[in-house]
């Protein structure tokens, strides 16, 4: 039977280590804050908002919230973004996307500071994920996944890891993260041939595809170590994810849950995001 990763005991560890860096900041003067960008009404963006502001809250982060209605235009929200680059008491900007359709997306994405881009909307912070270099912050999601193995002490060296998916938000990120873990990496998809075989190889496996219980026991091996990305509603109006937990449990060694793994994790690599942002604003006013 798969040990679980349980996304709780990698959020308290990782919240102790934000409050000891948010207690030396407001002791140099600065309080970090967070601002949140929301447009419309949608469900999972209010969802993520409610959490992402109590998680603040705990942690001893400010956070502002702004709200826009559906129909705003491209440059209204870009006057917003605009407004929070020059303001300096914020330090980390979370736009709430998709946006609606009639919106510009790619030039508000990047008329962002990428200096506050905590949850890599800008092509700059991609630039970053992708080449190594420290622009910008990767996507929380894909960060929380290597937080996760960070945490229960799994060594990426060496290892093969697949992900399915190849989103820019959680796919192609994650595989490069992988990379700077010196994993030997498999990017694969729906069009991937033979996709279950190609998963089994793998002794780490990230669910990112977007479809309920894919994963089932045709894509696992023994031993496998296993993150789970995905969200959804089953059949029986219960929260699942990509894999199918209970048919693969058998045979995995580790496997984060769904709800109560990856998703977990998130709001918390958002505000420590927004902690180094402020850090990395202070060491530039002392140079």
Do not use: W
Not at 136 to 155: N, R
Not at 267 to 281: D, F, K, M, P, R
């Amino acid at each position: 039977m798969a040990n679980l990763m349980l996304g709780k005991e990698v959020t308290a560890a990782l919240n102790e280590r934000i409050r000891q860096r948010v207690d030396r900041l407001k002791e140099k003067g600065t309080e970090p804050q967070l601002a949140i960008v929301r447009i419309g009404e949608q469900e999972g963006d209010i969802s993520y908002e409610r959490g992402a502001v109590k998680r603040c809250e705990m942690l001893g982060v400010k956070c502002r919230q702004i709200h826009l209605p559906e129909c705003s235009s491209t440059e209204e929200v870009l006057a917003v973004i605009e407004e929070l680059n020059s303001d300096a008491a914020v330090h980390g900007v979370l736009l709430m996307r998709p946006l609606p359709k009639h919106m510009d997306q790619a030039r508000i994405e990047n008329a962002l500071d990428p200096s506050k881009d905590v949850d890599c909307m800008t092509d700059a912070s991609l630039t970053g994920v992708f080449t190594g270099k420290k622009i910008g912050f990767a996507p929380c999601t894909a960060q929380a996944c290597m937080e996760i193995l960070d945490h229960y002490g799994i060594d990426c060296a060496g290892r093969r890891a697949v992900v399915i998916g190849r989103s820019l938000v959680i796919g192609k990120p994650a595989a490069m993260l992988l990379l700077q873990k010196n994993a030997t990496v498999t990017v694969c998809h729906t069009k991937t041939k033979d996709l279950p075989s190609v998963a089994a190889q793998a002794d780490i496996l990230i669910a990112a595809a977007g479809q309920a219980k894919m994963v089932g026991t045709d894509y696992v091996r023994e031993g496998q170590i296993i993150l789970d990305v995905g969200i959804h509603m089953d059949e029986n109006g219960k929260l699942c994810g990509d894999v199918d937990l209970e048919a693969v449990s058998e045979k995995a060694a580790y496997i984060t849950p769904v709800p109560g793994g990856v998703g977990s994790v998130t709001t918390s690599v958002l505000v420590s995001h927004t902690v180094e942002a402020a850090e990395a604003a202070v060491c530039a006013e002392n140079r």
